[in-house]
Structure formats: structure tokens, C-alpha cells
T-cell receptor, first 111, second 113 residues
Framework: AQRVTQPEKLLSVFKGAPVELKCNYSYSGSPELFWYVQYSRQRLQLLLRHISRESIKGFTADLNKGETSFHLKKPFAQEEDSAMYYCALKGRIQGAQKLVFGQGTRLTINP | DAGVIQSPRHEVTEMGQEVTLRCKPISGHDYLFWYRQTMMRGLELLIYFNNNVPIDDSGMPEDRFSAKMPNASFSTLKIQPSEPRDSAVYFC???????????FGPGTRLLVL
């Protein structure tokens, strides 16, 4: 079954510390993986996608097909990074292209 | 462009009442998606449309839920009758193609008492 798992519902780190938000997936084909972010009082927006291989706001994520993971990392957390983060998988599921989300991780950066 | 527009932003209703949520996608986007967000289940895809035609409604929880897209600039998600367990945030999103990035609306926070 196609599934995205974010094992941590809550994650709290201090400003300047490294942060890693975990994401594991299960999918029978070649998935496309994304990270979405929702800042307080703002709409959900795309943060980055694995095919872009780019760093956005200091965040990077590497697709590890062997471990079926797509963890989001940032070496030095900033207070403005506090938000809800969703890992998502896009693939053909039951004949249709779908975006499947994890349950989300609420990241809090402490000053 | 104002992005995806949803209304109302908040809705409080009593069990048994009909609820209608509205969405205006970004102009030119051919795909429209309805999602539901709850603490327990996170974000779930309910249904999506391509060129106003429903493509996949397998995520619609039960017959009390229905969605329509009468034209390219408007979609509704209706719950009739509503139940307390329908309380959630409902998001609408749109994209140019199935492969392109989905842009989300601000969501409608629904509370059924």
C-alpha cells in the first residue's frame, strides 16, 4: 500500500541547532517526493521536491531509495522555521495520479 | 492572482445541517483537488477534478459527501447531513497538470456541533 510516514508529530530544537524531519514512504513504483510547509496563519505551500535537488530556505532533502526515506534537513535552525511540515508522495495509485501526505510534523524552534 | 480562494474560512454548524464549502481555483489550472485535514489522519485527498470532470472520488468518506465543479472557476464540496466527526479543515488545491505543483487555498475550518 502507498503510504507516507512521519514518525514525529512534534519536534522541538533550539535556534542554531541542526534539524532533521523524518519521512519514510512505501510505494511500488518510482515515486515523486515533496515537502510542504504551513506557517502559522498561512496556506500550505510547496517547500521542495526531490527532482529539483535544490536547497530552499536552507533546507535540503535527499531521496534514499534503499531506505525509502526522504528526510528534510537544515544545518542551523532559525526561529522562522517554526511551522507544520508535511512530506508527500506523488504516484499512480488506483489508476490515478495522487498526492499522498504524511500526518505532518510540527516543528518548533526555541530561541 | 489571489491564488486559490476558499469560502467560508470558518463554519460552525449543528449536526444534521447541510454544509457547502466553495473553492475558486487559480485561473487556467485544469486540476482541482479537495483535501481534508484532521489531527488523527493528517491530510487526505477526497476527490479531484480534471477539466471539471471528477476523476477520482475514492477518498470521499461516504455518501453524505458530494462535490461538483459546474465550471472551470468554481467547485463545491457539500456535506449533507453533517456530523461532528466531519469537523476538520478542508483544503482546496489546483494545478496546471497532474504533474505540476499543487497550490493550496487557505482552507475552511469546519466545526459540527
Amino acid at each position: 500500500a502507498q503510504r507516507v510516514t512521519q514518525p514525529e508529530k512534534l519536534l522541538s530544537v533550539f535556534k542554531g541547532a541542526p534539524v532533521e524531519l523524518k519521512c519514510n514512504y512505501s510505494y511500488s513504483g518510482s515515486p515523486e517526493l515533496f515537502w510542504y510547509v504551513q506557517y502559522s496563519r498561512q496556506r500550505l505551500q510547496l517547500l521542495l521536491r526531490h527532482i529539483s535537488r535544490e536547497s530552499i530556505k536552507g533546507f535540503t532533502a535527499d531521496l534514499n531509495k534503499g531506505e525509502t526515506s526522504f528526510h528534510l534537513k537544515k544545518p542551523f535552525a532559525q526561529e522562522e522555521d517554526s511551522a507544520m511540515y508535511y512530506c508527500a508522495l506523488k504516484g499512480r495509485i488506483q489508476g490515478a495520479q495522487k498526492l499522498v501526505f504524511g500526518q505532518g510534523t510540527r516543528l518548533t524552534i526555541n530561541p | 492572482d489571489a491564488g486559490v480562494i476558499q469560502s467560508p474560512r470558518h463554519e460552525v454548524t449543528e449536526m444534521g445541517q447541510e454544509v457547502t464549502l466553495r473553492c475558486k481555483p487559480i485561473s487556467g489550472h485544469d486540476y482541482l483537488f479537495w483535501y481534508r485535514q484532521t489531527m488523527m489522519r493528517g491530510l487526505e485527498l477526497l476527490i479531484y477534478f480534471n477539466n471539471n470532470v471528477p476523476i477520482d472520488d475514492s477518498g470521499m468518506p461516504e455518501d453524505r459527501f458530494s462535490a461538483k465543479m459546474p465550471n472551470a472557476s468554481f467547485s463545491t464540496l457539500k456535506i449533507q447531513p453533517s456530523e461532528p466527526r466531519d469537523s476538520a479543515v478542508y483544503f482546496c488545491a489546483s494545478s496546471f497538470t497532474a504533474q505540476e505543483t499543487q497550490y493550496f487555498g487557505p482552507g475552511t475550518r469546519l466545526l459540527v456541533l
